[in-house]
């Protein structure tokens, strides 16, 4: 009995519903009516009892097929969209990456090869001084000593020449003895650039030209080869080290100009060029170490300091379509081509999309083709089809409202607005184009 009780009450809803949707939708009544289902009288009664328009003329019979076609079709069945033409267009060629700047040249000062201590410290930190200058002399006794000892040695082997050459000159001694001496004196005057050199490096000099940095010692103390003297940094040019993504590194190439604003001076843009690129990327960050030289004539920059780095670099060129007219598909994405008043599906590869753009690559779009950007969902492969864009205005008609295309319409939220003004327009002229019979016609069925 409880069954049959669900049975009943389900009937009754349904029931319920199906009066409740035909009387808010009396076109599904009139369908019912027009089918040829068989509907006992009392139904079809209680059809026209819940909804009396069910049993009137659908209104597309009584507005005639003038303005049926006006909406979505021309006369020939063709559809009506929008299209708008296949443009090119370069990818992004702006890049910005973070920097650190470097002295162009920066050497770390040591002893040469030498030990002792300091006699004297000649300069002071941040002095500019040039490439040889004497930053720190240590004492010197001793190479000065070796200094006048080789200079002795070498005068006595120098008489001991002359004298070995006037006796062979007398025939008294043989040209080996005199040959032998002659070495020897050679072997003085070595030991006497020895003595000089190694007294030069008492005075510990400036490698390069620049400014010196903290003088790390002071006088008395005992350095080593180890001992850092001092940095002296060539700071007229900046060397600004940066990490460029690896999707930039086709474009990169030595020469390119670079822009860099410090940090510290934002108000200032510092030009220059790429002047090394390194041959391989970081694995963990895929990025490539590159180098740009900058200008510091006025050494406002100091070295450490970091930077905003962005270069221009000449983007690939590709197709450029509207992103509405691309549509997706389990294949991939496709646009509609219009060819011959034909519409054809293009496979594209989607490379980067702008904010109003979209640039695509395809064997089968060339720059110039036709593509549906509105009215894509009435558009069949190999359906004949129409652009708004080119059609022309009925004489005797007013023109219709202008249609925006993909490249100049207005932001979204007033494209679909727009749009429907111009199909509106296209269809009410449409419609003064029809016969006067088929008026008639109209006319007669609405009576």
């Known amino acids: 009995m409880g069954f049959l009780k669900q049975i009943f009450v389900t ?17 599904a009544g009139r369908s019912l009516l027009a089918s040829d289902l068989p509907l006992p009288d009392p139904l079809r ?33 063709a559809t009506m969209v929008v299209s708008a ?54 004492e010197r006794a001793s190479e000065e000593l070796a200094v006048d000892r080789a200079r002795l040695a070498l005068e ?29 004196r050679d072997n003085a005057r070595l030991d006497l650039r020895s003595a000089e050199i190694a007294l030069g490096k008492r005075d510990i000099r400036a490698p390069i030209s620049g400014r010196v940095g903290i003088i790390a010692v002071d006088r008395g103390d005992l350095v080593s080869t180890d001992t850092v003297i001092a940095t002296v940094d060539d700071r007229e040019h900046l060397k600004v080290i940066f990490y460029t993504p690896e999707s930039f590194v086709q474009q990169l190439a030595i020469g390119t100009p670079v822009e860099a604003v410090s940090t510290a001076r934002p108000d200032t843009v510092y030009e220059g060029e ?22 510091n004539g006025s050494d406002d920059l100091r070295p450490g300091m970091s930077f905003s780095v962005s270069l221009s670099l000449e983007g690939e060129t590709f197709l450029s379509v509207d992103p509405i007219s691309v549509v997706w598909e389990r294949t991939g ?8 008043g034909k519409a054809q599906k293009a496979s594209v590869r989607i490379v980067e999309r702008t904010i109003d753009r979209v640039l695509v690559a395809s064997d089968d779009l060339a720059a110039g083709d036709s593509v549906v950007v509105e009215g894509l969902q009435s558009v069949r492969e190999g359906g004949a089809v129409e652009s708004i864009n080119d059609a022309p205005a009925p004489d005797g008609a007013a023109p219709a409202a202008p249609v925006p295309s993909a490249s100049t319409a207005p932001k979204p939220g007033s494209d679909d607005r727009a749009t429907a003004q111009g199909l509106v327009g296209i269809a009410q002229a449409n419609a003064a184009e029809q016969p006067q019979a088929g008026g008639q016609a109209s006319a007669g069925a609405a009576g």
């Open 333 to 340: 994405p496709i646009v509609w081509k219009i060819v011959d």
């Open 274 to 295: 790429i002047t090394a690129i390194d041959s391989r990327l970081d694995e963990a960050s895929r990025t490539l170490r590159t180098e740009a030289r900058i200008e």
């Open 11 to 27: 009937i009754l809803v349904l029931a319920v519903a199906g009066a409740a949707y035909i009387k808010f939708d009396p076109s």
């Open 85 to 138: 033409p296949v443009t090119t267009g370069s990818t992004r060629t702006r890049m910005r990456s973070i920097g650190t700047g470097e002295a162009a040249r920066s050497v770390v000062v040591h002893p040469d090869n030498t030990a002792g201590i300091i006699e004297e410290v000649v300069v002071q930190s941040a002095d500019m001084v040039e490439e040889g200058t004497v930053l720190v002399r240590l």
């Open 156 to 184: 006595a082997a120098e008489d001991k020449v002359a004298r070995f050459e006037r006796l062979q000159r007398a025939n008294t001694l043989s040209a080996v003895e005199v040959t032998d001496v002659t070495r020897e």
């Open 45 to 77: 009664s209680a059809i026209l009892w819940i909804a009396p328009e069910a049993g009137e003329p659908a209104p597309e019979i009584a507005s005639g097929e003038g303005q049926r076609s006006g909406g979505r079709r021309r006369g020939g069945g």
